[in-house]
């Protein structure tokens, strides 16, 4: 979870943004139980207020993921 969020961190500081551009995120796991977990990794990276957040869970993400994050940020 946090590598995700760290490498969503990268690409928004890229595009010269911050989570707190972050309007919407979707989140997709693979396992109900691991939404503890993620829950608190996106409470600690973003800041109140949060963006919306679907979070979904699937029988299974493209490659060996467990997690998968999008967002939509805006300037």
Do not use: C, W
Not at 15 to 23: E, I, K, L, Q, T
Not at 25 to 33: E, G, I, R
Not at 58 to 70: K, N, Q, S, Y
């Amino acid at each position: 979870m946090k590598q995700s969020l760290a490498n969503i961190d990268a690409v928004l500081k890229a595009a010269g943004m911050s989570s707190a551009d972050v309007v919407s995120a979707q989140v997709y796991l693979t396992d109900v139980a691991n939404f503890p977990r993620m829950n608190a990794a996106y409470t600690s990276y973003f800041s109140d207020p949060r963006p919306t957040r679907t979070t979904v869970v699937v029988a299974r993400l493209v490659g060996d993921g467990h997690v998968e994050i999008t967002v939509t940020a805006r300037k």
